[in-house]
């Protein structure tokens, strides 16, 4: 993915990562930010495999992570 990305007015899209292990948490999370009528796009991790490789993929603007995930906590993964 491109960070110039543009939504369909020309302004850029934010980008958000986020750091959810269940599913149906992160299409809610969509949904609402979709309800927003915020021009974004997004990207669902579960593991601190993939969080690190989505950062240096995807290069979010916005990180929004579970607290507490079921495998660790946020501060671990952070702390990378």
């Known amino acids: 993915m491109d960070r110039g990305m543009k939504s369909s007015d020309g302004q850029p899209k934010l980008k958000i990562l986020l750091l959810e292990d269940v599913a149906t948490d992160a299409q809610l999370i969509e949904h609402e930010l979709k309800r927003s009528n915020l021009s974004f796009t997004s990207l669902c991790v579960e593991t601190r495999e993939e969080f690190l490789e989505a950062l240096q993929r995807f290069q979010p603007h916005i990180i929004l ?15 990378y």
């Open 65 to 79: 992570s579970d607290f507490p995930c079921r495998n660790s906590t946020p501060w671990k993964r952070f702390n």
